[in-house]
Protein backbone atom coordinates (compact mmCIF):
# COMPACT_ATOMS: atom_id res chain seq x y z
CA UNK A 1 0.00 0.00 0.00
CA UNK A 2 0.98 3.16 -1.10
CA UNK A 3 0.95 7.21 1.14
CA UNK A 4 1.09 9.21 -1.78
CA UNK A 5 2.01 12.62 -1.71
CA UNK A 6 2.43 13.23 -5.42
CA UNK A 7 -1.51 13.30 -6.25
CA UNK A 8 -3.01 11.02 -8.06
CA UNK A 9 -2.05 11.26 -11.70
CA UNK A 10 1.41 10.73 -10.23
CA UNK A 11 0.22 7.20 -9.04
CA UNK A 12 -1.53 6.55 -12.00
CA UNK A 13 1.25 6.78 -14.30
CA UNK A 14 3.35 4.85 -12.27
CA UNK A 15 1.60 2.35 -11.53
CA UNK A 16 -1.70 2.13 -13.81
CA UNK A 17 -5.66 3.38 -13.19
CA UNK A 18 -6.99 3.12 -9.96
CA UNK A 19 -3.97 3.35 -7.90
CA UNK A 20 -3.90 5.76 -5.17
CA UNK A 21 -3.01 6.14 -1.64
CA UNK A 22 -2.83 4.29 1.43
CA UNK A 23 -5.31 2.31 3.27
CA UNK A 24 -5.46 1.87 7.22
CA UNK A 25 -5.61 4.04 10.44
CA UNK A 26 -4.56 7.27 9.02
CA UNK A 27 -8.51 7.46 7.75
CA UNK A 28 -8.10 6.44 4.00
CA UNK A 29 -10.43 4.67 2.17
CA UNK A 30 -8.91 1.91 -0.03
CA UNK A 31 -9.45 3.05 -3.51
CA UNK A 32 -10.36 0.88 -6.76
CA UNK A 33 -7.25 -0.89 -7.83
CA UNK A 34 -5.83 -1.62 -4.59
CA UNK A 35 -6.42 -3.89 -1.81
CA UNK A 36 -4.97 -5.87 1.38
CA UNK A 37 -7.72 -9.00 1.32
CA UNK A 38 -7.74 -10.28 4.62
CA UNK A 39 -5.14 -12.72 5.14
CA UNK A 40 -7.04 -16.43 4.70
CA UNK A 41 -5.35 -18.01 7.16
CA UNK A 42 -6.24 -21.72 6.33
CA UNK A 43 -3.33 -23.31 9.01
CA UNK A 44 -3.86 -24.10 12.70
CA UNK A 45 0.21 -22.68 13.01
CA UNK A 46 -1.01 -18.98 12.11
CA UNK A 47 -3.58 -17.10 13.46
CA UNK A 48 -4.46 -13.98 12.85
CA UNK A 49 -4.74 -11.28 15.81
CA UNK A 50 -8.86 -10.48 16.84
CA UNK A 51 -7.81 -6.28 17.33
CA UNK A 52 -4.55 -4.30 16.79
CA UNK A 53 -4.24 -4.76 20.72
CA UNK A 54 -4.08 -8.30 20.66
CA UNK A 55 -1.40 -8.08 17.67
CA UNK A 56 1.01 -5.74 19.54
CA UNK A 57 0.35 -8.09 22.78
CA UNK A 58 1.72 -11.03 20.59
CA UNK A 59 4.71 -9.41 19.66
CA UNK A 60 5.34 -8.19 23.17
CA UNK A 61 4.95 -11.39 24.83
CA UNK A 62 7.52 -13.28 22.17
CA UNK A 63 10.12 -9.98 22.29
CA UNK A 64 10.44 -10.35 26.72
CA UNK A 65 11.41 -13.63 26.48
CA UNK A 66 14.43 -12.54 24.27
CA UNK A 67 15.50 -9.38 26.02
CA UNK A 68 18.28 -9.21 28.53
CA UNK A 69 20.03 -6.45 30.94
CA UNK A 70 21.89 -5.37 27.67
CA UNK A 71 18.83 -5.64 25.11
CA UNK A 72 18.39 -7.92 22.74
CA UNK A 73 20.59 -10.89 23.14
CA UNK A 74 21.42 -10.08 26.38
CA UNK A 75 25.26 -9.67 25.16
CA UNK A 76 24.89 -6.58 23.38
CA UNK A 77 24.60 -8.31 19.94
CA UNK A 78 21.78 -8.75 17.79
CA UNK A 79 20.81 -12.06 16.81
CA UNK A 80 19.64 -12.37 13.15
CA UNK A 81 18.48 -15.00 10.44
CA UNK A 82 21.33 -15.98 8.14
CA UNK A 83 20.45 -14.20 5.42
CA UNK A 84 18.73 -17.82 -3.46
CA UNK A 85 20.69 -33.01 -12.94
CA UNK A 86 19.94 -41.35 -20.84
CA UNK A 87 18.62 -43.98 -18.41
CA UNK A 88 20.75 -45.53 -16.54
CA UNK A 89 19.45 -49.13 -16.35
CA UNK A 90 16.51 -50.94 -18.10
CA UNK A 91 15.64 -52.25 -14.16
CA UNK A 92 14.84 -48.05 -13.50
CA UNK A 93 12.33 -47.71 -15.97
CA UNK A 94 12.04 -44.43 -17.30
CA UNK A 95 15.07 -42.78 -15.65
CA UNK A 96 15.20 -39.03 -14.28
CA UNK A 97 17.37 -36.67 -16.56
CA UNK A 98 18.88 -33.44 -16.47
CA UNK A 99 17.64 -31.03 -18.74
CA UNK A 100 18.73 -27.44 -20.24
CA UNK A 101 18.61 -24.14 -18.44
CA UNK A 102 19.33 -20.54 -20.20
CA UNK A 103 19.34 -17.22 -19.44
CA UNK A 104 15.66 -15.67 -18.95
CA UNK A 105 14.02 -13.32 -21.41
CA UNK A 106 15.78 -10.04 -19.66
CA UNK A 107 19.26 -11.55 -19.94
CA UNK A 108 19.14 -12.79 -16.19
CA UNK A 109 20.12 -16.69 -15.46
CA UNK A 110 17.75 -17.50 -13.04
CA UNK A 111 17.04 -20.16 -10.73
CA UNK A 112 13.89 -21.07 -12.21
CA UNK A 113 12.25 -21.03 -15.88
CA UNK A 114 9.56 -18.19 -16.05
CA UNK A 115 10.64 -16.46 -12.31
CA UNK A 116 12.78 -13.46 -13.34
CA UNK A 117 15.59 -12.31 -10.80
CA UNK A 118 16.71 -8.63 -10.67
CA UNK A 119 19.94 -7.42 -12.01
CA UNK A 120 22.23 -5.07 -12.84
CA UNK A 121 21.61 -4.86 -15.99
CA UNK A 122 18.28 -5.97 -18.07
CA UNK A 123 17.28 -6.21 -22.08
CA UNK A 124 14.12 -6.19 -23.98
CA UNK A 125 15.97 -7.89 -26.75
CA UNK A 126 16.80 -4.80 -28.68
CA UNK A 127 17.84 -2.41 -25.84
CA UNK A 128 19.95 -3.25 -22.68
CA UNK A 129 19.49 -1.04 -19.36
CA UNK A 130 22.10 -0.82 -16.89
CA UNK A 131 22.09 0.75 -13.03
CA UNK A 132 25.07 1.47 -11.26
CA UNK A 133 24.06 2.84 -7.73
CA UNK A 134 22.31 5.90 -8.39
CA UNK A 135 22.56 6.06 -12.66
CA UNK A 136 20.87 4.16 -15.13
CA UNK A 137 21.81 4.32 -18.82
CA UNK A 138 20.29 3.19 -21.71
CA UNK A 139 21.34 1.88 -24.86
CA UNK A 140 20.63 0.19 -28.17
CA UNK A 141 22.01 -2.85 -29.40
CA UNK A 142 20.28 -3.42 -33.04
CA UNK A 143 23.67 -1.78 -34.66
CA UNK A 144 26.91 -3.14 -35.38
CA UNK A 145 28.36 -1.28 -31.74
CA UNK A 146 25.96 -0.91 -28.47
CA UNK A 147 25.77 2.77 -28.31
CA UNK A 148 24.38 4.82 -25.39
CA UNK A 149 20.94 6.23 -25.16
CA UNK A 150 20.68 8.23 -22.23
CA UNK A 151 21.46 8.51 -18.72
CA UNK A 152 19.07 8.73 -15.81
CA UNK A 153 20.09 9.88 -12.09
CA UNK A 154 17.97 8.45 -9.41
CA UNK A 155 19.43 10.50 -6.17
CA UNK A 156 18.90 8.86 -3.01
CA UNK A 157 19.65 4.93 -3.58
CA UNK A 158 22.39 3.07 -3.55
CA UNK A 159 23.39 -1.08 -4.33
CA UNK A 160 20.37 -1.02 -7.03
CA UNK A 161 19.04 -3.62 -8.77
CA UNK A 162 16.24 -3.79 -10.91
CA UNK A 163 13.40 -6.18 -12.95
CA UNK A 164 11.68 -5.14 -16.40
CA UNK A 165 8.17 -5.71 -16.81
CA UNK A 166 7.01 -4.64 -20.20
CA UNK A 167 7.98 -0.81 -20.86
CA UNK A 168 8.71 -0.27 -16.88
CA UNK A 169 11.63 -0.95 -14.55
CA UNK A 170 11.44 -1.44 -11.14
CA UNK A 171 14.70 -0.32 -9.38
CA UNK A 172 15.46 -1.00 -5.43
CA UNK A 173 18.27 -0.23 -3.60
CA UNK A 174 19.18 1.41 0.08
CA UNK A 175 17.68 4.22 0.61
CA UNK A 176 20.39 7.26 1.30
CA UNK A 177 21.66 8.56 3.71
CA UNK A 178 21.41 4.40 5.03
CA UNK A 179 19.00 4.17 8.16
CA UNK A 180 18.36 0.56 9.60
CA UNK A 181 18.11 -0.92 6.61
CA UNK A 182 15.44 1.36 4.76
CA UNK A 183 14.94 0.22 1.05
CA UNK A 184 14.28 2.69 -1.79
CA UNK A 185 12.08 1.34 -5.06
CA UNK A 186 11.92 3.64 -7.92
CA UNK A 187 9.89 2.54 -11.11
CA UNK A 188 11.27 4.11 -14.57
CA UNK A 189 8.81 4.26 -17.45
CA UNK A 190 11.32 3.18 -20.28
CA UNK A 191 8.78 3.44 -23.37
CA UNK A 192 11.04 5.75 -24.98
CA UNK A 193 14.45 4.36 -24.38
CA UNK A 194 15.96 7.68 -25.31
CA UNK A 195 14.02 9.39 -22.53
CA UNK A 196 13.22 7.47 -19.43
CA UNK A 197 11.26 8.94 -16.70
CA UNK A 198 10.85 8.52 -13.07
CA UNK A 199 7.17 7.52 -12.82
CA UNK A 200 7.40 7.19 -9.25
CA UNK A 201 9.62 6.52 -6.08
CA UNK A 202 8.88 4.82 -2.31
CA UNK A 203 10.63 4.52 0.61
CA UNK A 204 9.52 1.14 2.80
CA UNK A 205 11.50 1.41 6.22
CA UNK A 206 12.53 -2.46 5.90
CA UNK A 207 15.04 -4.39 4.57
CA UNK A 208 14.49 -5.65 1.11
CA UNK A 209 15.09 -9.32 1.42
CA UNK A 210 14.25 -10.38 -2.44
CA UNK A 211 12.34 -9.44 -5.43
CA UNK A 212 10.92 -11.73 -7.55
CA UNK A 213 8.70 -11.36 -11.35
CA UNK A 214 5.89 -13.76 -11.75
CA UNK A 215 3.44 -12.93 -15.26
CA UNK A 216 3.86 -8.98 -14.90
CA UNK A 217 3.37 -9.04 -11.11
CA UNK A 218 6.76 -7.78 -8.75
CA UNK A 219 6.93 -9.38 -5.34
CA UNK A 220 8.55 -7.44 -3.17
CA UNK A 221 9.59 -9.51 0.09
CA UNK A 222 10.77 -7.06 2.87
CA UNK A 223 12.10 -8.11 6.56
CA UNK A 224 11.60 -5.73 9.61
CA UNK A 225 13.70 -7.46 12.48
CA UNK A 226 14.16 -6.80 16.18
CA UNK A 227 13.19 -3.23 17.03
CA UNK A 228 15.81 -0.31 17.78
CA UNK A 229 14.40 0.22 21.37
CA UNK A 230 15.40 2.49 24.22
CA UNK A 231 17.30 -0.13 26.03
CA UNK A 232 19.52 0.31 29.15
CA UNK A 233 22.80 -1.06 29.82
CA UNK A 234 24.24 -2.09 33.52
CA UNK A 235 26.17 0.64 35.39
CA UNK A 236 27.63 1.08 38.61
CA UNK A 237 24.11 1.73 40.09
CA UNK A 238 22.18 0.14 37.90
CA UNK A 239 22.86 -3.98 38.41
CA UNK A 240 21.97 -6.63 35.62
CA UNK A 241 18.44 -7.40 37.52
CA UNK A 242 17.48 -4.08 37.40
CA UNK A 243 18.25 -3.36 33.71
CA UNK A 244 16.50 -6.75 32.76
CA UNK A 245 13.75 -5.12 34.59
CA UNK A 246 13.98 -1.43 32.44
CA UNK A 247 14.59 -3.63 29.55
CA UNK A 248 11.23 -5.61 30.06
CA UNK A 249 9.20 -2.53 30.94
CA UNK A 250 10.53 -0.37 27.35
CA UNK A 251 9.68 -3.55 25.31
CA UNK A 252 6.29 -3.55 27.09
CA UNK A 253 5.92 0.39 26.33
CA UNK A 254 6.70 -0.72 22.57
CA UNK A 255 3.84 0.30 19.48
CA UNK A 256 2.89 -1.47 16.45
CA UNK A 257 4.82 1.18 14.99
CA UNK A 258 7.76 -0.30 16.20
CA UNK A 259 7.20 -3.99 14.83
CA UNK A 260 4.97 -3.46 11.01
CA UNK A 261 7.17 -1.99 8.15
CA UNK A 262 5.61 1.88 6.72
CA UNK A 263 6.19 3.31 3.50
CA UNK A 264 6.33 6.78 1.92
CA UNK A 265 5.85 8.30 -1.59
CA UNK A 266 9.14 10.78 -2.58
CA UNK A 267 8.07 13.98 -4.27
CA UNK A 268 9.87 15.36 -7.12
CA UNK A 269 12.08 17.69 -5.07
CA UNK A 270 12.98 14.79 -3.05
CA UNK A 271 11.15 15.79 -0.10
CA UNK A 272 8.77 13.01 1.86
CA UNK A 273 5.62 13.23 3.19
CA UNK A 274 5.99 13.96 7.07
CA UNK A 275 3.18 11.76 7.59
CA UNK A 276 4.01 7.90 7.47
CA UNK A 277 1.76 5.32 5.53
CA UNK A 278 1.06 2.21 7.26
CA UNK A 279 2.21 -0.78 4.91
CA UNK A 280 -0.19 -3.21 6.38
CA UNK A 281 -4.03 -1.70 6.51
CA UNK A 282 -5.50 -4.10 8.42
CA UNK A 283 -3.88 -5.79 11.88
CA UNK A 284 -5.98 -8.72 11.17
CA UNK A 285 -4.31 -9.23 7.97
CA UNK A 286 -0.91 -10.08 9.69
CA UNK A 287 -0.52 -13.77 10.59
CA UNK A 288 0.95 -14.95 13.62
CA UNK A 289 3.11 -18.23 14.41
CA UNK A 290 1.47 -20.28 17.10
CA UNK A 291 5.16 -21.45 18.27
CA UNK A 292 6.35 -18.68 20.73
CA UNK A 293 9.97 -19.84 19.62
CA UNK A 294 9.33 -18.51 16.01
CA UNK A 295 11.58 -16.31 14.94
CA UNK A 296 10.59 -12.87 16.00
CA UNK A 297 10.22 -9.82 13.06
CA UNK A 298 8.10 -9.65 10.31
CA UNK A 299 8.29 -10.61 6.95
CA UNK A 300 6.12 -8.27 4.75
CA UNK A 301 5.15 -9.34 0.75
CA UNK A 302 4.42 -6.38 -1.41
CA UNK A 303 2.90 -7.67 -5.01
CA UNK A 304 2.42 -4.42 -7.73
CA UNK A 305 1.84 -4.45 -11.14
CA UNK A 306 3.90 -1.46 -12.22
CA UNK A 307 2.67 -1.46 -16.21
CA UNK A 308 -1.06 -2.85 -15.80
CA UNK A 309 -4.24 -2.57 -13.63
CA UNK A 310 -4.07 -5.37 -11.42
CA UNK A 311 -4.75 -5.30 -7.80
CA UNK A 312 -2.17 -4.13 -5.72
CA UNK A 313 -2.10 -6.45 -2.50
CA UNK A 314 0.16 -6.53 0.97
CA UNK A 315 0.43 -9.74 3.15
CA UNK A 316 2.32 -10.03 6.60
CA UNK A 317 3.52 -12.69 9.14
CA UNK A 318 4.91 -12.24 11.93
CA UNK A 319 8.11 -13.73 11.67
CA UNK A 320 11.64 -13.33 10.43
CA UNK A 321 13.29 -15.61 7.37
CA UNK A 322 16.16 -14.67 5.53
CA UNK A 323 15.60 -18.02 2.92
CA UNK A 324 13.22 -16.98 0.24
CA UNK A 325 11.88 -19.65 -2.69
CA UNK A 326 9.61 -18.86 -5.79
CA UNK A 327 8.43 -21.48 -8.91
CA UNK A 328 5.86 -19.95 -10.79
CA UNK A 329 3.19 -20.79 -8.28
CA UNK A 330 4.40 -20.96 -5.03
CA UNK A 331 6.66 -18.97 -2.46
CA UNK A 332 7.86 -20.65 0.55
CA UNK A 333 9.98 -18.55 3.48
CA UNK A 334 12.60 -20.34 5.47
CA UNK A 335 13.53 -19.44 9.07
CA UNK A 336 17.18 -20.91 10.13
CA UNK A 337 17.28 -23.41 11.85
CA UNK A 338 19.28 -21.67 14.60
CA UNK A 339 16.49 -19.90 15.57
CA UNK A 340 15.04 -20.17 19.33
CA UNK A 341 16.25 -19.05 22.34
CA UNK A 342 16.53 -19.79 26.47
CA UNK A 343 17.58 -18.19 28.95
CA UNK A 344 20.43 -19.41 30.71
CA UNK A 345 23.31 -18.69 33.61
CA UNK A 346 26.43 -18.71 31.62
CA UNK A 347 29.13 -19.20 34.05
CA UNK A 348 32.09 -17.98 31.42
CA UNK A 349 30.09 -15.04 29.96
CA UNK A 350 30.58 -11.81 31.72
CA UNK A 351 26.87 -11.40 31.38
CA UNK A 352 25.86 -14.40 33.58
CA UNK A 353 22.20 -13.66 33.48
CA UNK A 354 21.68 -12.84 29.88
CA UNK A 355 19.45 -14.10 26.86
CA UNK A 356 21.03 -16.00 24.30
CA UNK A 357 20.72 -18.07 21.24
CA UNK A 358 19.65 -21.72 21.14
CA UNK A 359 19.91 -23.58 18.34
CA UNK A 360 16.87 -25.99 18.24
CA UNK A 361 18.35 -27.73 14.26
CA UNK A 362 14.81 -27.04 13.46
CA UNK A 363 13.56 -25.02 9.94
CA UNK A 364 10.16 -23.41 9.72
CA UNK A 365 8.55 -23.16 6.65
CA UNK A 366 5.57 -21.04 5.37
CA UNK A 367 3.99 -21.67 2.37
CA UNK A 368 2.75 -19.41 -0.11
CA UNK A 369 -0.20 -19.73 -3.21
CA UNK A 370 0.56 -17.14 -6.16
CA UNK A 371 -2.08 -16.25 -8.01
CA UNK A 372 -2.09 -12.85 -9.94
CA UNK A 373 -1.49 -10.31 -7.62
CA UNK A 374 -2.95 -12.10 -4.76
CA UNK A 375 -0.09 -13.99 -2.16
CA UNK A 376 -1.84 -16.58 0.05
CA UNK A 377 -0.98 -18.25 2.47
CA UNK A 378 -1.29 -22.04 2.40
CA UNK A 379 0.33 -23.98 4.57
CA UNK A 380 3.11 -24.54 7.01
CA UNK A 381 5.58 -27.19 9.18
CA UNK A 382 8.80 -27.89 9.94
CA UNK A 383 11.45 -30.20 9.47
CA UNK A 384 15.09 -31.43 10.73
CA UNK A 385 17.76 -29.87 9.02
CA UNK A 386 19.23 -26.87 7.80
CA UNK A 387 18.85 -25.44 4.36
CA UNK A 388 21.71 -23.63 3.12
CA UNK A 389 20.48 -21.52 0.60
CA UNK A 390 17.03 -20.80 -1.87
CA UNK A 391 19.05 -23.11 -4.36
CA UNK A 392 19.28 -25.92 -2.07
CA UNK A 393 14.95 -25.24 -2.04
CA UNK A 394 12.61 -26.56 -5.22
CA UNK A 395 9.02 -27.21 -5.88
CA UNK A 396 7.74 -29.32 -8.10
CA UNK A 397 4.10 -31.12 -8.96
CA UNK A 398 3.19 -29.78 -5.98
CA UNK A 399 5.84 -31.48 -3.58
CA UNK A 400 8.37 -28.92 -1.92
CA UNK A 401 11.92 -30.29 -2.14
CA UNK A 402 14.77 -29.49 0.63
CA UNK A 403 18.57 -30.33 0.75
CA UNK A 404 19.24 -29.82 3.95
CA UNK A 405 22.71 -29.71 6.38
CA UNK A 406 23.10 -31.06 9.46
CA UNK A 407 22.02 -29.80 12.75
CA UNK A 408 21.51 -30.83 16.32
CA UNK A 409 18.53 -32.38 15.78
CA UNK A 410 20.28 -34.72 12.73
CA UNK A 411 23.04 -36.69 12.16
CA UNK A 412 26.47 -36.13 10.91
CA UNK A 413 24.99 -35.96 7.24
CA UNK A 414 23.32 -34.14 4.37
CA UNK A 415 19.52 -35.08 3.33
CA UNK A 416 16.93 -34.40 0.70
CA UNK A 417 13.66 -34.35 1.86
CA UNK A 418 10.17 -33.99 0.39
CA UNK A 419 7.40 -32.09 1.87
CA UNK A 420 3.72 -32.19 0.18
CA UNK A 421 0.83 -29.66 1.66
CA UNK A 422 -1.93 -31.67 3.68
CA UNK A 423 -4.88 -29.38 3.96
CA UNK A 424 -2.83 -26.91 6.23
CA UNK A 425 0.44 -28.40 6.99
CA UNK A 426 3.61 -29.05 4.76
CA UNK A 427 4.25 -33.00 5.75
CA UNK A 428 7.13 -34.65 5.40
CA UNK A 429 6.51 -37.30 2.70
CA UNK A 430 9.95 -38.45 2.05
CA UNK A 431 13.48 -38.77 3.14
CA UNK A 432 16.84 -39.94 2.31
CA UNK A 433 19.97 -39.42 4.55
CA UNK A 434 23.56 -40.21 5.10
CA UNK A 435 24.84 -38.26 1.87
CA UNK A 436 28.06 -36.49 2.22
CA UNK A 437 28.82 -37.23 6.58
CA UNK A 438 30.73 -35.14 8.02
CA UNK A 439 30.75 -32.55 4.84
CA UNK A 440 28.65 -29.95 3.70
CA UNK A 441 26.74 -28.98 0.99
CA UNK A 442 28.10 -26.43 -1.59
CA UNK A 443 25.28 -26.61 -4.64
CA UNK A 444 22.17 -28.22 -5.77
CA UNK A 445 20.27 -28.31 -8.74
CA UNK A 446 16.96 -29.61 -9.16
CA UNK A 447 14.76 -30.99 -12.16
CA UNK A 448 11.38 -32.55 -12.59
CA UNK A 449 12.41 -36.17 -10.80
CA UNK A 450 15.83 -35.77 -9.75
CA UNK A 451 18.43 -33.71 -7.67
CA UNK A 452 21.87 -33.33 -7.98
CA UNK A 453 23.95 -32.44 -4.71
CA UNK A 454 27.92 -31.87 -4.34
CA UNK A 455 29.56 -31.66 -0.68
CA UNK A 456 32.83 -31.37 0.45
CA UNK A 457 34.85 -31.88 3.22
CA UNK A 458 38.32 -33.23 1.23
CA UNK A 459 36.73 -34.69 -1.82
CA UNK A 460 33.70 -33.68 -3.73
CA UNK A 461 31.09 -36.16 -3.85
CA UNK A 462 28.53 -35.63 -6.65
CA UNK A 463 25.28 -37.34 -5.64
CA UNK A 464 22.43 -38.13 -8.18
CA UNK A 465 19.17 -38.66 -6.34
CA UNK A 466 16.06 -40.05 -7.77
CA UNK A 467 12.90 -38.11 -7.31
CA UNK A 468 10.56 -40.28 -9.27
CA UNK A 469 8.91 -41.40 -5.90
CA UNK A 470 9.16 -38.50 -3.76
CA UNK A 471 7.69 -41.07 -0.99
CA UNK A 472 10.75 -43.07 -1.37
CA UNK A 473 13.97 -40.76 -2.67
CA UNK A 474 16.75 -42.92 -3.84
CA UNK A 475 20.72 -42.13 -4.27
CA UNK A 476 21.44 -43.67 -8.23
CA UNK A 477 25.17 -43.33 -8.25
CA UNK A 478 27.88 -41.32 -6.38
CA UNK A 479 31.20 -39.24 -8.10
CA UNK A 480 34.04 -38.52 -5.45
CA UNK A 481 36.45 -36.17 -7.50
CA UNK A 482 39.23 -33.36 -5.53
CA UNK A 483 38.01 -30.00 -5.59
CA UNK A 484 34.06 -29.21 -5.54
CA UNK A 485 30.99 -27.56 -7.61
CA UNK A 486 29.54 -24.55 -5.88
CA UNK A 487 27.41 -23.91 -9.15
CA UNK A 488 25.96 -26.41 -11.07
CA UNK A 489 24.59 -25.53 -14.65
CA UNK A 490 22.68 -27.98 -16.93
CA UNK A 491 23.40 -28.43 -20.31
CA UNK A 492 20.76 -30.61 -21.42
CA UNK A 493 20.04 -34.67 -21.40
CA UNK A 494 23.62 -35.82 -20.86
CA UNK A 495 25.84 -33.27 -19.46
CA UNK A 496 26.36 -30.84 -16.70
CA UNK A 497 29.20 -27.86 -16.31
CA UNK A 498 30.26 -27.38 -12.50
CA UNK A 499 32.20 -24.05 -11.48
CA UNK A 500 34.27 -24.00 -8.24
CA UNK A 501 37.21 -24.90 -6.55
CA UNK A 502 39.85 -27.36 -7.18
CA UNK A 503 41.90 -28.83 -4.53
CA UNK A 504 44.54 -31.44 -3.35
CA UNK A 505 43.59 -34.36 -1.82
CA UNK A 506 43.91 -33.43 1.66
CA UNK A 507 41.29 -30.53 0.79
CA UNK A 508 43.28 -27.45 0.28
CA UNK A 509 41.85 -25.11 -2.44
CA UNK A 510 44.50 -24.34 -5.34
CA UNK A 511 41.64 -22.34 -7.81
CA UNK A 512 38.74 -22.05 -9.52
CA UNK A 513 38.25 -24.52 -12.06
CA UNK A 514 35.55 -25.58 -14.45
CA UNK A 515 34.53 -29.18 -14.54
CA UNK A 516 32.20 -31.13 -17.44
CA UNK A 517 30.12 -34.21 -16.37
CA UNK A 518 28.42 -37.05 -18.17
CA UNK A 519 25.38 -37.65 -16.67
CA UNK A 520 23.91 -40.07 -19.41
CA UNK A 521 24.47 -42.67 -16.94
CA UNK A 522 23.10 -41.20 -13.25
CA UNK A 523 24.42 -44.54 -11.58
CA UNK A 524 27.80 -43.69 -12.76
CA UNK A 525 28.39 -39.82 -13.31
CA UNK A 526 31.47 -39.10 -14.90
CA UNK A 527 34.19 -36.10 -14.98
CA UNK A 528 35.05 -35.60 -18.83
CA UNK A 529 37.37 -32.61 -18.45
CA UNK A 530 38.25 -29.82 -16.37
CA UNK A 531 39.49 -26.11 -17.34
CA UNK A 532 41.85 -24.97 -14.35
CA UNK A 533 42.01 -21.02 -13.71
CA UNK A 534 45.41 -19.38 -11.93
CA UNK A 535 46.53 -19.67 -8.37
CA UNK A 536 44.21 -18.91 -5.65
CA UNK A 537 40.92 -17.57 -8.06
CA UNK A 538 37.57 -17.48 -7.24
CA UNK A 539 34.50 -18.18 -9.94
CA UNK A 540 32.24 -15.47 -9.75
CA UNK A 541 29.34 -17.69 -10.25
CA UNK A 542 30.04 -19.82 -7.24
CA UNK A 543 28.72 -16.47 -5.27
CA UNK A 544 26.45 -15.02 -7.69
CA UNK A 545 25.19 -16.95 -10.64
CA UNK A 546 23.97 -14.07 -12.44
CA UNK A 547 27.77 -13.84 -13.95
CA UNK A 548 27.10 -17.31 -15.61
CA UNK A 549 25.76 -17.59 -18.72
CA UNK A 550 24.52 -20.28 -21.46
CA UNK A 551 25.01 -20.33 -25.04
CA UNK A 552 22.97 -23.32 -26.25
CA UNK A 553 23.44 -22.88 -29.83
CA UNK A 554 27.48 -21.70 -30.09
CA UNK A 555 27.57 -24.89 -26.84
CA UNK A 556 29.26 -22.17 -25.31
CA UNK A 557 29.53 -21.54 -21.43
CA UNK A 558 30.61 -17.70 -20.04
CA UNK A 559 31.90 -17.50 -16.63
CA UNK A 560 33.68 -14.85 -14.82
CA UNK A 561 36.88 -15.53 -12.96
CA UNK A 562 38.53 -13.20 -10.68
CA UNK A 563 41.94 -13.00 -8.35
CA UNK A 564 43.80 -10.82 -5.87
CA UNK A 565 42.44 -8.12 -3.38
CA UNK A 566 44.38 -5.66 -4.48
CA UNK A 567 45.23 -5.49 -7.97
CA UNK A 568 42.39 -7.48 -8.69
CA UNK A 569 41.66 -8.87 -11.88
CA UNK A 570 38.96 -10.27 -13.47
CA UNK A 571 38.09 -12.29 -16.52
CA UNK A 572 35.51 -13.46 -18.69
CA UNK A 573 35.86 -17.13 -19.33
CA UNK A 574 34.93 -18.78 -22.68
CA UNK A 575 34.40 -22.31 -22.85
CA UNK A 576 33.94 -24.07 -26.22
CA UNK A 577 32.19 -27.72 -25.81
CA UNK A 578 32.33 -30.54 -27.85
CA UNK A 579 33.18 -34.42 -28.43
CA UNK A 580 33.04 -34.32 -24.61
CA UNK A 581 36.14 -31.92 -24.30
CA UNK A 582 35.96 -27.92 -23.04
CA UNK A 583 38.45 -25.55 -24.40
CA UNK A 584 39.25 -22.85 -22.36
CA UNK A 585 40.22 -18.63 -22.65
CA UNK A 586 40.14 -16.33 -20.96
CA UNK A 587 39.38 -12.71 -21.63
CA UNK A 588 40.84 -9.83 -19.10
CA UNK A 589 37.66 -7.47 -18.77
CA UNK A 590 37.91 -5.82 -15.65
CA UNK A 591 40.11 -4.62 -12.58
CA UNK A 592 39.44 -3.71 -9.17
CA UNK A 593 35.83 -3.57 -7.32
CA UNK A 594 34.15 -3.75 -10.22
CA UNK A 595 34.48 -7.53 -10.95
CA UNK A 596 31.52 -8.28 -9.13
CA UNK A 597 29.08 -6.12 -11.98
CA UNK A 598 30.34 -7.75 -14.95
CA UNK A 599 27.63 -9.49 -16.47
CA UNK A 600 27.92 -11.41 -20.06
CA UNK A 601 24.27 -10.59 -21.46
CA UNK A 602 22.78 -13.05 -24.70
CA UNK A 603 20.70 -11.30 -27.29
CA UNK A 604 18.02 -12.85 -29.21
CA UNK A 605 20.16 -11.90 -32.20
CA UNK A 606 23.06 -14.36 -30.96
CA UNK A 607 25.27 -11.46 -29.70
CA UNK A 608 26.44 -11.07 -26.43
CA UNK A 609 26.66 -7.93 -24.52
CA UNK A 610 29.84 -7.30 -22.11
CA UNK A 611 28.94 -5.58 -18.96
CA UNK A 612 31.69 -4.31 -17.20
CA UNK A 613 32.58 -0.96 -15.49
CA UNK A 614 33.86 1.02 -18.75
CA UNK A 615 30.73 0.82 -20.11
CA UNK A 616 28.84 -1.75 -22.80
CA UNK A 617 30.35 -3.53 -25.41
CA UNK A 618 29.71 -6.70 -27.99
CA UNK A 619 31.76 -9.62 -26.67
CA UNK A 620 33.91 -10.90 -29.99
CA UNK A 621 33.42 -14.82 -29.69
Same mark, same amino acid.
Given at each position: ? +?????????????????????????????????????????????????????????????????????????????? !????????????????????????????????????????????????????????????????????????????? +?????????????????????????????????????? !??????????????????????????????????????????????????????????????????????????????????????????????? !??????????????????????????????????????????????????????????????????????????????????????????????????????????????????????????????????????????????????????????????????????????????????????????????? +??????????????????????????????? !??????????????????????????????????????????????????????????????????????????????????????????????????????????????
Amino acid at each position: M +IAAVTGTAALATAFGAGVLVATGDAGVSSPPGVRTPPVQLVNADLTAPDSCEDLLDSYVQRAIDRVGPWGWGGGGVVY !AAEGERAAASDSLGAAPTTTRATNGDTGTNVQEAGVDEPDVVKTDGEHVFRINDDELTTYDATGEEVVELASLDLDG +IADAEMLLVGDRLVVTGANLPRRDGDTRMVVVDVSDPA !APTVSGTWVYDAALVTMRLNDDVVRLVLSTGLPELDFVTPEEDRGEPSARRENEAVVRDSTLDDWLPNVVAVTDDDTVDPATGELVADCSEVAVP !ADDEAALGTMTVVALDPGGTTDRTVSAVATDAQTTYFSADRMYLATSAGWGWCCVESLTSPFSDSTVPQVDGTTQLFAFSLDGATTEYVASGEVDGEIRDRWAMDSADGVLRLALGATSATGSFNSVVTLREDDDELVEVGRLDGLGPHEDIRSVRWFDDLAILVTFRQVDPLYAVDLSDVEEPESLGMLK +IPGYSEYLHPLGADRMIGVGQDATLAGTTTG !AQAALFDVTDLTDPRRLDTVEYPRMSQAGAATDPRQFTWLPEQRIALTVVSKGWEGRTGWVSVLRLGDGRMEGELLPVEYGDEIAEVRMVPLPSGRVVLVTGDGLSFLDL
